[in-house]
């Protein structure tokens, strides 16, 4: 479902933020992605959404090399992938169901449609009776929560999740590491860029460790 | 405020849950596009009237500056309507042929007085124009020397009153025609001389009309430009989730739409009320001269005319900021 094949990318200041990575992950897979600060574990998320064009190498997404994607295709290719960000990145002046349905609104469904799916995106995460709140009414845990059902309403067939947990207590974020472990029980593809090591290795998937922009370990499953 | 740029407030309105279809078929999409052309709009409409005092402004400043070429077209418009309908100053010399009698001369202007595109006809015999000439001219001493008087007859013809410049130039025509006609002069330098500055003010109008609209475009750009600019966030977070270009673009344009159509009609009801105010002292300057002039104002498809024009400019100014400012913002 993602594959990268030495796949480098050289910022303009000369940085190497990723060299001669390649990984493949299949369809069914929730993948973890870890690495110490500026490893290029984002570098390499952003990527697949078509954020950052590689320097060197290709990188395919469902069958679909990117770099015949030009910047028309770009809104198509990212309605396909489901992104949660570490800072949320809601707007803020919309309450929380206007921020679940942007999405839908894009890919210019009925409305009744986005009722109904943002609901249960919703439900989901257990949301429901916010949906009215707007974002800063709401804890770091709940925000994220509605950044992943914003992420999760349009059925993509992947989700990108870049430090989820980043500043939530080991409770809450167990119980959204549980959530994207479902939403990969009902096939999609997930990879979740994390440094959280303790909470990763418990939940025993594979792991990709990158080490200054290079794969270290867990290039295949 | 009830709308928002994504329009995702109405999807909220209907709550039937279960009664939908799942299938988005190009009908549906369809309906979705125009619903979110219908939001946008109405969104848009709202941001614009949410800040009424710098919208106000922005109205003020592309209305004035529509409403001066078009008051400056509609002025000239009312000096040829009047210099048309003047009541013609123009006569027509009809100098005849220097073996013309008295007699044959003075039937010939009772002749041309009968005619009812005529008003007056007058005649200066030979003899007359020369008295006349060396009592106003003070070259009675070179006159006198000459033996011969060098003057023709002269048949002074005034067109009737409300003849047209036209008609009046085929009447001389016709008069030149006339067997004891050796030529026949048409006295209207100052009405081509008024066309000419006529000509040349419409000129002007252009190039003011020119420079104004080039300036409602940089206005429009620039008060879109600060629109994009305050919801940098949001453009991005849109782009990040999949949103289009047009899908971003839209919102954007509607405003500009609005802003044009505000100050389109901002411009007719300035031009209005100038007309207004200046309609009474026309009217008492009219009647002095016994005239029947009256103002001539835009008119509702002037007024129609100006909307759209503002219409037009708001959208391409906004198309202008927002092909050069929203490519530049991409996710980061
Ligand atoms: N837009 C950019 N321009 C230049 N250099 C960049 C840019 N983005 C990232 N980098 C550099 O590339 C390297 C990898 O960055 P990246 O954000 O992918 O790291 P990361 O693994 O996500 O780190 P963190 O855990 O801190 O989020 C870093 O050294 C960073 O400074
Ligand atoms: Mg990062």
Redesign the interface.
Same mark, same amino acid.
């Given at each position: 479902m993602i594959s990268f094949d030495r796949v480098s990318k050289r910022y303009a200041e000369g940085h190497d933020a990723l060299r001669e990575v390649s990984l493949d992950i299949a369809r069914d897979e929730l993948v973890f992605l870890t690495g110490h600060s500026g490893a290029g574990k984002s570098t390499l998320l952003r990527m697949i959404?078509l954020?950052e064009r590689p320097t060197r190498g290709q990188v395919v997404i469902d069958g679909q090399n990117l770099g015949a994607v030009g910047p028309r295709g770009i809104?198509?290719?990212?309605?396909n992938i489901g $992104?949660v960000f570490q800072n949320h990145?809601?707007?803020y002046? *919309?309450n929380v169901?206007?921020n679940v349905?942007?999405?839908? $609104?894009?890919?210019?469904?009925?409305?009744?449609?986005?009722? *109904?799916r943002?609901?249960a995106a919703l439900d989901k995460v257990g949301l429901l009776e916010r949906e009215r709140a707007m974002p800063v009414t709401l804890s770091g845990g709940e925000q994220q929560r509605v950044g992943i059902a914003?992420a999760v309403v349009?059925k993509p067939r992947i989700l990108l999740a870049d430090e989820p947990t980043g500043n939530l207590d080991p409770a809450l974020s167990a119980e959204i590491m549980q959530l994207f472990e479902e939403f990969n029980q009902v096939g999609v593809t997930v990879l979740i860029a994390s440094h959280d090591l303790g909470l990763i290795s418990r939940l025993r998937h594979r792991i990709i460790t990158l080490r200054q922009g290079r794969l270290v370990s867990g290039s295949a499953a | 405020m009830s709308f928002r740029l994504l329009g995702v407030r109405a999807a909220q309105g209907v709550r039937r849950e279960g009664a939908s279809h799942s299938r988005t078929g190009l009908r549906d999409r369809y309906h979705a596009w125009l619903q979110h052309h219908r939001l946008s709009a109405a969104d848009s409409m709202h941001r614009v009237l949410d800040n009424p005092v710098s919208s106000a402004m922005t109205w003020l400043v592309i209305g004035i500056a529509l409403a001066l070429p078009s008051g400056l077209n509609v002025a000239l418009d009312n000096v040829s309507q009047l210099s048309a309908s003047w009541d013609s100053p123009a006569q027509i010399s009809l100098f005849l042929h220097d073996e013309v009698s008295d007699e044959r001369a003075l039937a010939l202007q009772a002749e041309l007085s009968a005619r009812a595109d005529v008003s007056l006809s007058r005649f200066v015999s030979r003899e007359e124009a020369l008295e006349e000439f060396r009592s106003l001219s003070g070259f009675a001493d070179v006159l006198s020397s000459l033996q011969d008087n060098p003057l023709p007859h002269l048949v002074v013809v005034a067109p009737a009153a409300d003849a047209q410049q036209a008609v009046v130039a085929a009447l001389r025509a016709e008069l030149e025609a006339y067997p004891d006609v050796a030529q026949a002069v048409l006295d209207m330098e100052w009405l081509q001389r008024l066309d000419t500055m006529m000509l040349l003010g419409r000129r002007l109008v252009w190039a003011v009309a020119g420079l104004l609209i080039l300036g409602v475009l940089l206005i429009l750009g620039n008060t879109i430009r600060l629109a994009i600019e305050s919801r940098r966030e949001e453009i991005v977070i849109v782009k990040l989730v999949g949103g289009s270009n047009a899908f971003v673009r839209r919102p954007f344009l509607y405003t500009g739409l609005w802003y044009g159509v505000g100050g389109g009609l901002f411009a007719a009801l300035l031009v209005a009320a100038s007309l207004w105010f200046l309609q009474g002292s026309v009217a008492d300057l009219a009647r002095l001269y016994h005239s029947e002039f009256r103002l001539r104002g835009l008119g509702v498809m002037g007024g129609l005319n100006l909307i759209i024009l503002g219409g037009l400019l708001g959208l391409a100014g906004a198309w202008l900021a927002v092909s050069r400012h929203l490519a530049a913002i991409q996710p980061r």
């Open positions: 959404m954020m809104p198509r290719h990212r309605r $992104v990145r809601l707007l002046d *919309r169901f206007d349905a942007l999405p839908l $609104v894009i890919a210019g469904h009925d409305h009744r449609e986005v009722g *109904r943002v609901r914003r349009g | -």
